[in-house]
C-alpha cells in the first residue's frame, strides 16, 4: 500500500532460517538481525509498530511474526492507537525502545553478505533440510564470533535438590520408577582439563537429574587393552563450544563437536572429553555453562569463562553446591538456573 518495512529478527539458538532472512532482504526496506553469543541471552520482543500521517499504532505482547502468532493461536497483547500529530509526543514515547534497538551494540544490519556469514558460522536453519535440522554438521572452529559478548544479569540459581538414586546401568533403571522432574536448562560447574583433554563433570549433579546428561548410559566403551568396559553415552552429544578471554570476549568458537561421556563405575566418575583446541584455550577451575539445546542439530551449548571475567563473577553466584574436594584447599563448584 506504499509503505515500507524496517525489521529486527533475533537469530539466538538458530531461531531463524536462511530463507527467512533472504525473504526479508528482498522484501522490506531495513533489515536487521540481533544476536548474543551467550545462551542464556535471547533476543525475544514481539513488538509491531505502525506510522502514518495521521494515527499510529504499537501492537506488544507474545505474538510471533508466524500464521499462529498473529492469526490462529491464543494469544496476548496490547494495542495502542495514537493520533497524530495530536499525540506525537506520547507516540514518541510508546515507540522510543525501537531507536533504542537501533544504537545497541548486538544489531547488526543486514546484506547478502552478513547471510552467508552468518551461515558459515553455523548460526542459522535450513528450511531445505528435514525439521529444519538435518544430519549432525561436522566439528568447525572459529577463530572469534560475530556479535559481543555484552554484559548481561546473573541468573538465579536453583535451590539445591536432594540426590536421587541413580541407577548405574541401563537395566536396573529400566526396572525401577524413575521419576522426571522438571529439568534446569542449564549447569554451571567448574571445571579443571586435564593434560589428556578429560574433563571431570560432577557425579552429584547427576544424582540429582540424571535426565539432563541422559543417564545411565546405555552403551559400552570398547576397551584397547583387556579391561572391562565402561557405560558409555552413545552416540556422542554434539555440542557447541565457546570460550571467552579474561575481557569476557569470546576467544575461540567450536561447532559441532562430539562430546566423548563415560561413566567410570568403579570410581563413580562422569568424564568428557574436549578437543586440543579447547585444551589449549580452557584455564583451569573456569565455569562450564553446559545448556541443553536438542534443536536436531545440537545436544549441549558450552559457554567457557575463565577466573577474572566479568561473567565468571556473575556466574559463580549460581553456584551455589560444593562438589566433594579430593583432598584439595578449596573444592568445585556447581550449581543450576
Known amino acids: 500500500a506504499g509503505g515500507e518495512v524496517a525489521a529486527v529478527f533475533g537469530i539466538d539458538q538458530r531461531g531463524t532460517s536462511r530463507q527467512a532472512l533472504e525473504f526479508s532482504l528482498a522484501t522490506f526496506a531495513r ?17 509491531y509498530l505502525f506510522e502514518g500521517p495521521s494515527r499510529a499504532e504499537a501492537h506488544i505482547g507474545s505474538c510471533n511474526m508466524t500464521v499462529g502468532g498473529l492469526e490462529t493461536n491464543c494469544e496476548a497483547a496490547v494495542r495502542l492507537v495514537f493520533d497524530l500529530p495530536a499525540e506525537k509526543a506520547e507516540w514518541a514515547a510508546a515507540s522510543a525502545g525501537w531507536a533504542a534497538l537501533m544504537a545497541h551494540p548486538n544489531l547488526r544490519p543486514l546484506t547478502a553478505g552478513e547471510i552467508k556469514g552468518l551461515d558459515g558460522a553455523g548460526l542459522l536453519l535450513d528450511e531445505t533440510l528435514p525439521a529444519f ?6 566439528p568447525k572452529t572459529h577463530a572469534g564470533v560475530v556479535f559481543p559478548a555484552t554484559p548481561f544479569v546473573a541468573p538465579s540459581p536453583r535451590k539445591k535438590k536432594a540426590a536421587q538414586p541413580v541407577p548405574a546401568t541401563a537395566a536396573a533403571a529400566s526396572a525401577a ?10 549447569l554451571l560447574i567448574q571445571i579443571v582439563p586435564h593434560h589428556n583433554g578429560e574433563v571431570f563433570l560432577s557425579m552429584s549433579a547427576v544424582a540429582q537429574y540424571p535426565r539432563f546428561f541422559n543417564f545411565p548410559f546405555k552403551g559400552l566403551t570398547t576397551p584397547k587393552k583387556d579391561n572391562p568396559p565402561y557405560p558409555q553415552r552413545l552416540p556422542d552429544p554434539v555440542t557447541d563450544w565457546t570460550v571467552y578471554d579474561s575481557s569476557g570476549a569470546p576467544l575461540l568458537k567450536v561447532l559441532g563437536f562430539p562430546l566423548n561421556t563415560v561413566y567410570y563405575d ?3 566418575e562422569l568424564r568428557v ?3 586440543p583446541q579447547l585444551l589449549a584455550t580452557i584455564a583451569a577451575d573456569s565455569i562450564l555453562q553446559m545448556t541443553r539445546v536438542e534443536d536436531g542439530m545440537t545436544d549441549y551449548s558450552c559457554d567457557v569463562f575463565p577466573p577474572g571475567s566479568p561473567q565468571f563473577a556473575s556466574l559463580m553466584q549460581a553456584c551455589n553446591q560444593e562438589m566433594p574436594s579430593g583432598g584439595k584447599a578449596v573444592a568445585r563448584r556447581f550449581g543450576w538456573v
Do not use: A, E, R
Request: glycine share 6%; charged share 15%; aromatic share 8%.
Open 31 to 47: 533489515s536487521y538481525v540481533w544476536q548474543h553469543p551467550n545462551l542464556l541471552v535471547t533476543f525475544h520482543p514481539k513488538m
Open 266 to 268: 568403579k570410581k563413580s
Open 273 to 275: 572429553t574436549i578437543s
Open 133 to 138: 535440522g538435518g544430519s549432525p554438521k561436522q
Open 177 to 186: 520408577k524413575v521419576t522426571h522432574p522438571s529439568l534446569p536448562s542449564t
